[in-house]
C-alpha cells in the first residue's frame, strides 16, 4: 500500500472509530466524552520503516472533573506524536523509542544514545502505529475485566487497523491475553527474560507478536534496561526461527 492510499484508509478509519463510538452509546456530553485518534503520524516514515512496529495498550487518557471522572477526548494521537519533544512527556514513550530504535538498527540497550542527542530517535514515535484496545479517555489504572469488555466493543475495528497497517511486528503491553484466542494462536511461545522482565513471542501470518509487559512504570531511559533487552532479545528470536 503507498502513501496515498494508507492516507485514505487511516482518515476512513478515523471516521470509522468515531462511529463506531456513537453506535455504542460511548459519546457523552457531561462530561464530555470523544474518542481519541490513533493511528500513525508519519505514514510515508513507517511505510518506508523496516521493519514496521505497532505498539497495542490499553487505552488512552486525557482530563478528569473535579470528582475524578475521566473527560475529555476528540483529539489525535497521529497529530500529538508530530512533535518531537512528545518523548519527554512520559518515561513509556522514552522506552518504546528505544525498543523500536534498536530492533530497526539492530543494537543493544547499551549501544543506544540519549534520544535528545540523537534526532533520529526522536523521530520514532511518528513511525510506530500506535493502538489502543479502547478509544475512549479513561482512568490511569485499567483492570483487567473493564479491558476486556473494551476488547469486545472495539475488536472488529482493531482488527482492521491490523490489516490497514500490516505491521511485521506488534508489541504487546499486557494486552495479548485478550487477542490471544483471535489469533488462534497454536505455537508455543518463544520465552525470553531478562532480569525481572520476561516476554513470550510469536509468530502468526509473517508477524511477530510479542507478549510483553506494558511500558509504564518500567523504568526511564536510564533505567530502563531489562525491559527493554526483553523485548529487544524476544524479537530477535523470533526473526531468527
Not at 452509546?25 to 514496521?52: C, E, F, R, T
Not at 513471542?201 to 506494558?214: P, Q, R, S, T
Not at 532479545?233 to 523470533?238: E, G, L, T, V
Request: charged content about 30%; some cysteine.
Amino acid at each position: 500500500m503507498n502513501e496515498k492510499e494508507l492516507t485514505k484508509r487511516q482518515t476512513e478509519m478515523h471516521d470509522k472509530i468515531f462511529n463506531h463510538a456513537k453506535e455504542n452509546n460511548l459519546i457523552k456530553q457531561k462530561p464530555l466524552l470523544m474518542p481519541i485518534y490513533d493511528g500513525v503520524a508519519d505514514i510515508k516514515a513507517y511505510i518506508s520503516s523496516n521493519p514496521k512496529i505497532m505498539w497495542i495498550l490499553k487505552e488512552p487518557y486525557d482530563d478528569f472533573t473535579s470528582t475524578g471522572k475521566a473527560r475529555g477526548g476528540d483529539w489525535y494521537f497521529t497529530e500529538h506524536f508530530k512533535n518531537t519533544n512528545v518523548w519527554k512527556d512520559q518515561d513509556m514513550w522514552k522506552l518504546m523509542i528505544q525498543i523500536n530504535y534498536a530492533i530497526r538498527n539492530n543494537l543493544k540497550w547499551k549501544e543506544l544514545d540519549y534520544i535528545e542527542n540523537n534526532s533520529e530517535m526522536a523521530e520514532e514515535l511518528k513511525k510506530t502505529a500506535y493502538i489502543n484496545i479502547s478509544k475512549m479517555p479513561a482512568n490511569t489504572i485499567s483492570p483487567n475485566d473493564h479491558i476486556r469488555t473494551c476488547y469486545a466493543i472495539w475488536k472488529k475495528i482493531l482488527f482492521e487497523q491490523i490489516d490497514i497497517y500490516k505491521p511485521d511486528v506488534i508489541i504487546f503491553g499486557y494486552t495479548f491475553q485478550f487477542f490471544k484466542e483471535d489469533f488462534k494462536i497454536t505455537d508455543k511461545a518463544i520465552p525470553t527474560i531478562s532480569g525481572q522482565w520476561n516476554a513470550d513471542v510469536y509468530k502468526k501470518d509473517n508477524m511477530i507478536l510479542i507478549d510483553a509487559f506494558h511500558p509504564s512504570r518500567k523504568g526511564g531511559e536510564d533505567s530502563g534496561h531489562d525491559y527493554v533487552t526483553c523485548i529487544i532479545n524476544a524479537y530477535k528470536k523470533a526473526s531468527k526461527k
